[in-house]
């Protein structure tokens, strides 16, 4: 198997509100949006975010263990250039409805990092990683 991850998919209670949070509120483009169904999202050279219906996800894949309480044992990271673009990321995602789950702060790894939630409780980290590995992923 190559090492590699293709489909990153996250299951989510109101699709709608997911649509509104990350096409009007963060002004991503849509690769797939079938409305009640599934919303996919181009997220790097051959990585996709897909946001899927959670009875559909359910019906095909089992269901959730983590609905019970808590947050979700994942998070999904966004890596910019400066702390001060993690500052401004976070500051967008606000103001796109995202609860601000902790400001940018100095992190003990050397880098500088804060998270935010999306509809569904999902922590986005938005990263300045100042490391080789931290600039590998920039654009």
């Known amino acids: 198997m190559d090492q590699r991850v293709s489909f ?5 209670r109101d699709l709608g509100a997911s649509r509104s949070f990350y096409i009007d509120g963060l002004g991503w483009e849509p690769a797939v949006d ?8 181009k997220v790097a ?3 996709v975010l897909s946001l899927w219906d959670e009875a559909a996800f359910v019906a095909e894949v089992g269901a959730s263990v ?3 309480g808590g947050v979700a044992p994942i998070t999904l990271a966004h890596n910019v250039a400066t702390p001060e673009g993690v500052d401004r ?3 967008a995602a606000r103001l796109a409805g995202a ?10 790894w050397g880098g500088y990092s804060g998270y935010f939630a999306d509809p569904d409780g999902f922590r986005w980290e938005i990263a300045h990683n ?3 590995i931290g600039q590998e992923v920039l654009p």
């Open 45 to 47: 050279d051959k990585v």
């Open 8 to 12: 990153i998919t996250l299951a989510v």
């Open 130 to 132: 100042p490391g080789p």
């Open 66 to 68: 983590n609905r019970g």
């Open 34 to 41: 079938v409305v009640g169904e599934v919303l996919m999202f």
């Open 89 to 91: 990321v976070l500051e």
């Open 99 to 108: 609860d601000l789950v902790s400001e940018g702060t100095e992190r003990e």
